[in-house]
């Protein structure tokens, strides 16, 4: 019997369209004889609202193809949509356009130390220029209020610990509503607790708002919060049945 999760990436697949779709996806670093392929031949469909875990050991490739998938890199061979754009030979501008519907969570939080928590998920608005001045001190502060640091928003982002900061990285990517958030090793600075915290903060408003999470890691104590798993070895997605139907500690244990 498949299992629900299953069972849910089946129906997204007749009733959807993928919100990210790689076909036949390559990826090179290099030039002349110092030209190494990173990435082959991925195929690779995400539908909307999904979480998707992208797992594997180091070097395999998952970030390469997390930054393929959120625009800030060039595609090169291959066929790679995100958004309805073909990102192969797309250009700056087009690229942009995808970037801005898309929410950035890294290994280190990139906070601006010398802002306060409010005036760094601030920033992430004001490149927007569909929200109004009056509106964007409200909605930043809601946003921490969601992510549990209500009592923090005026604290500088250097005063807060390791899990907060998190926090407000995931305040600061969520709070325009992208429709995709892409999150690479999200919890690897960070102990069990706040990295469980942290996902599960994710979780929750993604769900809330509807977006799509493809997120990068080792840490499988989280892999549980996934719709489904990938994995990914020495540049290739791995179809391990184990992990696609999901049931990921099997796999791990
Ligand atoms: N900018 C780069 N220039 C050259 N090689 C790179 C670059 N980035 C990654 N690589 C190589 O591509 C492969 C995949 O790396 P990466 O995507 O970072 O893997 P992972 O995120 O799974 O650890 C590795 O062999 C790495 O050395
Ligand atoms: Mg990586």
Known sequence: MPNQTFTTTLNQSILTKPIISACNLNHYFGEGELRKQALFDINLDIYPGEIVIMTGPSGSGKTTLLTLMGGLRSAQEGSLTILDQQMCRANQQQMMQVRRQIGYIFQAHNLLTFLTAKQNVRMS?????????????????????????????????????????????????????????????????????????????????????????????????????????????????????????????????
């Open 125 to 253: 608005l004001e490149l927007h220029d569909e929200y109004l001045e009056q509106d964007i001190d409200g909605m930043s502060a809601d946003i921490l209020k969601a992510v549990g640091l209500g009592n923090r928003v005026d604290y500088y982002a250097d005063s807060l610990s390791g899990g907060q900061k998190q926090r407000v990285a995931i305040a600061r990517a969520l709070v325009s509503h992208p429709k995709i958030v892409l999150a690479d090793e999200p919890t690897a600075a960070l102990d069990k607790k706040s990295g469980r915290d942290v996902v599960e903060m994710m979780q929750k408003l993604a769900k809330q708002q509807g977006c799509t999470i493809l997120l990068v890691t080792h840490d499988n104590r989280i892999l549980d919060i996934a719709d489904r798993i990938v994995y990914m070895e020495d540049g290739r997605l791995a179809d391990n049945p184990a992990l696609t139907l999901g049931e990921p500690h099997r796999f791990f244990d």
